[in-house]
C-alpha cells in the first residue's frame, strides 16, 4: 500500500548513516541532502538556475513568509510556488510552526491554533493546523510539513509533556485537513526537547498515523541547547525513526554538525546560516571559515577556497570579492552565498558517496581535521535562526 | 598612419545616422551602442556573465571610484580591470572628471589639477590630468578619456570660455601621459555647454590632436539643460566631429533621447539610468514605464514587457517581481536591472538595424508612438547622474 507521494529508497548504509534516494512529483533527491532556504520565494541573492547549477536537488519555502507576503492565494493564483518562483524541482515547505513562535508577536496559543501579529505589519493574524495545511495546499511543495508548537529551547519536562501532546492532537488535525495527499508528501515532527524519554513520547504517538506520512522531521533541536545535547538526542532518536522513510533534521547548517547528524542516520538538512553569514561576508572553506573583509584579503590572488571547483572560486579571486564587499556591492553577497550552498551541498555528496563506500568515518575525520585548522574559523553553537 | 588601437568602421549612413563597428583589443563593438556603467568594477547585481549574455558589447568603468576603492594599483596588481572583474570583453573608463566635479567635495580646481576629499572618508584627494591617465593605465581599459573639466550645467559663456580653454591644455597633457596609446584609445571630450561657438572653439582645439585620439565623446550636456537646447547642440555638433571615429554621448540613457542622439550621429552612450530606476523598481517597456510596486501588478501574469524575449520576461511574471521589491529581495533588483539593460541594447540593435535598412526615421517614430502611450511613463529630463 504504497500511495505516498514522496517515497524513500535506502540504497547503502555505513554504520547508521544512510544513503538513498528520495522520489518526489518534481523530481529525484540524492540523500543526505542539504535543502538550501528559499523563505520569501526566492533563495536571497539567487537566480533558481544558480541555485540548481550548483547542485541543490530542492529548496525550502517558508509558510508564515508566503502567507503574509504574498499571501498563499496569491502564489495559488500564479500556478503554485514553482511556477511562481520558477523552480521546477523539488520543494518543501515548513509550516510556520516555528515562526509563528520565534518571529510574531504572540498574542495566545490556545488549542484551536496560534494567534498572532505579523511581524511586517503589526496585523492580527491566526494559523491553526488547518490553516497551516491550506496555505501549504496552497503553495503546493513537494513535500509539507506538520503544524507544532515549537516550545523554546531547554524548555522543562513539565512544559513540554502537555506541548508534545497537543502537537499530536494538531497532527491528527492536519492529516484530515491534508486536501492534496496524492501530490504533497505530509512530514511528521518529533518534538521533546533533549529528552529521550520524550522522544520516544512524541514519536510513538506521531507513529501511530504512518500512514499518512512521507516522512519524519526532528524537531527541537539546534535551539539554543548545548551541542552534546543535540547530539545525546540524535543518536539516541534518530535511529529508532522508521527505516524507509527519509529523516529531517531542521535548522542545522554549521558543516560539522551537519557530518554528526549524517552519521546518526539523517537523510535531510536546512538552515539558513550558510546563506546568511554569506551576506555578512564570511565563507566556507576546506580550512574552517574566511571572513572576506579582512584587509590580508586585499591583494589575495586565491579563490574563495583552494579546493573548491564551483563557479564563483572558478572566476573571482578573494580580493575582487573583499572588493565588492567593501564597496556594498550585492554582487560580493550574490557569490558569497553561491559559493557557501555549493560548499554545503558538495560536502553532503562527498558523505554520501563516502557511504556508498562504507569509509563515511575516514570522509568525516578528514574534513573535521581540515575544517578545524582554519584561522578564521570558529565552531558555532547550532542555532536554528530566520533567514 | 592608421596606429590607434580602436578603430572605427563606418558601414551604413541613414540621414546623419550612423551603423558601424568599433574594433578594440578586446573584442568588436557594433555602433550605435548603449554601454552599461559598471562603476565600481561590477555592473550593479548582475554576474559579467549576464551582462554578456543581455548583449553588451562593453561596459564602463570608473577612474574616481576605483581610484578611492580598491585603489587602480591593486586593480593592476590583479592584471587589470577586466581580469580583476572577469569581464573580457571591451571596457571603456571615464577620466574622474566628471565625479571629481559631482561627488568629491572640490577643495580647489587649480591649473596643476583638481584637490578634493573623498566622498568615501573624506580623505584629501588629487587629481591631474596626468594621474588621470595613470590611474586609467592601470585599469587597463580599451578606451580612456581625457581628463576634462565639467562645467556646470547652464554655465555662462564668460565661465566656458577659460574652462575650454583649461580643458585643451589639460588634453595635451594627457596625450604626453598616456604610457599605453598601442593599447588603449584615448577619447577627446568636446565641451562648450549650450553654445554652438563655443562648441566649435572646443572641437577645433582638440582636433590639433587628431592623430592622438581615438574617438571624441561629447561631454556637457545631459547636466540639467532644457531638453531643446541639448538636441540643439547635438544636432550642431556631432556632424561636424571627425566622420571615421566614433562620437560618444556621455551620460544619456532615456530611451527617447538616445534615439535622438543616433539621428544625429552618435554611436555610443552610456548612463546609470537603467539600472538605477531598476534597482528602484521602474523598468521599461514598449509601451513606457511601469512601476513594479504598483498594487495592480500583485495578479498580473505577465512578463515586465509583454514584447520582450529577454530572460527575465522569459521567466518571471510581473507579480513575482513585485513580491520580489516588497520583500525587498535582491532578486528583484536583478531581474529589473537585467530587463532594463536588455531594454536599452535591444532598442540599439534594431535601431542599427533601421540604419542599415535606411528606415532609421521609421523606426525611432514607431518605437516614441509606442512608449509614449503608458500610463506609468514619464519623459524624464536628462540628467547625467551616478550610480
Not at 533527491?29 to 523563505?39: A, L, R
Not at 525550502?60 to 507576503?69: A, D, I, V
Not at 526537547?193 to 520524550?198: F, P, Q, V
Request: net charge negative.
Amino acid at each position: 500500500m504504497n500511495k505516498l507521494p514522496v517515497n524513500y529508497e535506502l540504497s547503502h548504509r555505513d554504520g547508521k548513516a544512510r544513503a538513498g534516494v528520495i522520489t518526489t512529483p518534481h523530481g529525484d533527491i540524492k540523500t543526505p541532502v542539504f535543502m538550501p532556504v528559499g523563505t520569501q520565494a526566492t533563495v536571497k541573492t539567487m537566480n533558481p538556475e544558480e541555485v540548481r547549477e550548483l547542485g541543490a536537488d530542492i529548496i525550502l519555502g517558508n509558510t508564515y513568509h508566503l502567507f503574509l507576503r504574498p499571501g498563499d492565494d496569491v502564489v495559488a493564483k500564479f500556478g503554485g510556488l514553482h511556477k511562481f518562483m520558477n523552480w521546477s524541482h523539488p520543494i518543501l515547505t515548513d509550516s510556520g510552526g516555528f515562526q509563528v513562535f520565534s518571529l510574531g508577536a504572540i498574542r495566545k496559543i490556545k488549542e484551536e491554533g496560534v494567534y498572532f501579529r505579523s511581524h511586517i505589519d503589526g496585523s492580527k493574524r491566526f494559523i491553526s493546523p488547518e490553516k497551516s495545511i491550506d496555505i501549504q495546499n496552497n503553495l503546493g511543495a513537494d513535500i509539507v510539513m506538520l503544524f507544532d508548537e515549537c516550545p523554546p529551547g531547554q524548555s522543562s519536562r513539565e512544559y513540554l509533556i502537555p506541548s508534545i501532546e497537543r502537537t499530536t492532537r494538531w497532527a491528527k488535525r492536519c492529516v484530515t485537513a491534508h486536501k492534496r495527499p496524492d501530490d504533497q508528501g505530509l512530514f511528521a515532527i518529533v518534538q521533546g526537547g533533549i529528552y529521550e524519554d520524550l522522544r520516544d513520547k512524541s514519536m510513538n504517538e506521531l507513529m501511530e498515523m504512518d500512514e499518512s506520512f512521507s516522512g519524519y522531521a526532528i524537531g527541537g533541536l539546534a535551539v539554543g541547547e548545548p551541542r552534546e545535547d543535540m547530539y545525546r538526542i540524535l543518536d539516541y532518536i534518530t535511529p529508532k525513526l522508521p527505516e524507509h522513510k527519509p529523516r529531517y533534521l531542521m535548522g542545522v547548517g554549521e558543516p560539522l554538525d551537519m557530518l554528526e547528524a549524517v552519521e546518526h542516520g539523517v537523510d535531510m538538512m536546512d538552515c539558513v546560516q550558510p546563506s546568511r553569514i554569506g551576506r555578512h561576508g564570511t565563507t566556507f572553506t576546506k580550512y574552517g571559515r574566511l571572513v572576506i573583509k579582512n584587509a590580508k584579503y586585499s591583494l589575495d590572488p586565491r579563490p574563495l577556497d583552494e579546493d573548491c571547483d564551483c563557479y564563483v572560486c572558478k572566476n573571482y579571486t578573494r580580493g575582487y570579492i573583499r572588493h565588492l564587499f567593501k564597496a556594498n556591492e550585492m554582487l560580493g553577497q550574490k557569490l558569497a552565498t553561491y559559493h557557501n550552498l555549493y560548499f554545503l551541498i558538495k560536502m553532503m555528496n562527498g558523505a554520501r558517496d563516502a557511504i556508498i563506500d562504507k569509509r563515511f568515518i575516514a570522509f568525516k575525520e578528514e574534513f573535521i581535521g581540515n575544517y578545524t585548522q582554519g584561522k578564521d574559523s570558529e565552531w558555532i553553537i547550532p542555532q536554528r535562526i530566520e533567514d
